[in-house]
């Protein structure tokens, strides 16, 4: 298996065998206002990449929300950021966009266009299927492909693993 849970980050040897991409996978996404969108802007730049994947229905998304954002204000100036990923479709683009309006975030959200692809391309990256939301994804600055974590993520995980392996 490629990545490990971030729940289990501090226990974590650095996943050396872990591959770095030449070009993020491509999840079939958009911005918000429908344009062609990738993960490559972020992955593989030199930052530590949170992607969170959320849905418009998912209550766990919204409570883990704030803390997410925290984490990206906190480190976006310096080592990491945060991306995320709505999985509902670009054409649910007005009930994404209501739920960014709750809880606004100073990170990047953008849409799956179709859940179908995203989940394949998903399982192709994580060697292992896309279970629900949240789900994240934490690339290293190069873009190597770190944990994969259902469910919520404790931010101070993150922060220790970054920590740890400063260059991933």
Same mark, same amino acid.
């Given at each position: 298996?490629?990545?490990?849970?971030?729940?289990? &980050?501090?226990?974590?040897?650095?996943?050396?065998?872990?591959?770095?991409?030449?070009?993020?996978? @491509?999840?079939?996404?958009?911005?918000?206002?429908?344009?062609?969108?990738? &993960? @490559?802007?972020?992955?593989?730049?030199?930052?530590?990449?949170?992607?969170? !994947?959320?849905?418009?229905?998912?209550?766990?998304?919204?409570?883990?929300?704030?803390?997410? +954002?925290?984490?990206?204000?906190?480190?976006?100036?310096?080592?990491?950021?945060?991306?995320?990923?709505? +999985? *509902?479709?670009?054409?649910?683009?007005?009930?994404?966009?209501?739920?960014?309006?709750?809880?606004?975030?100073?990170?990047?959200?953008?849409?799956?266009?179709? &859940?179908?692809?995203?989940?394949?391309?998903?399982?192709?990256?994580? *060697?292992?299927?896309?279970?629900?939301?949240?789900?994240?994804? !934490? !690339?290293?600055?190069?873009?190597?492909?770190?944990?994969?974590?259902?469910?919520?993520?404790?931010?101070?995980? &993150?922060?220790?693993?970054?920590?740890?392996?400063?260059?991933?």
């Amino acid at each position: 298996m490629i990545a490990k849970s971030l729940s289990s &980050l501090l226990l974590a040897i650095s996943l050396a065998s872990a591959p770095a991409f030449a070009k993020a996978p @491509d999840l079939g996404l958009l911005t918000t206002s429908g344009a062609p969108a990738s &993960l @490559d802007r972020w992955v593989g730049k030199g930052k530590w990449v949170l992607v969170m !994947f959320w849905a418009t229905t998912c209550a766990i998304c919204e409570q883990n929300k704030p803390s997410i +954002i925290e984490f990206h204000n906190k480190h976006k100036n310096n080592d990491a950021v945060v991306v995320g990923v709505a +999985i *509902d479709g670009i054409d649910k683009i007005a009930s994404i966009k209501e739920k960014m309006r709750e809880i606004p975030a100073s990170y990047t959200d953008l849409v799956a266009e179709d &859940l179908g692809l995203m989940a394949a391309n998903f399982q192709i990256a994580a *060697d292992e299927p896309f279970r629900g939301t949240p789900t994240y994804w !934490f !690339f290293s600055p190069k873009g190597e492909l770190k944990a994969v974590n259902p469910g919520p993520v404790r931010l101070q995980a &993150l922060e220790d693993y970054m920590a740890r392996f400063p260059n991933g």
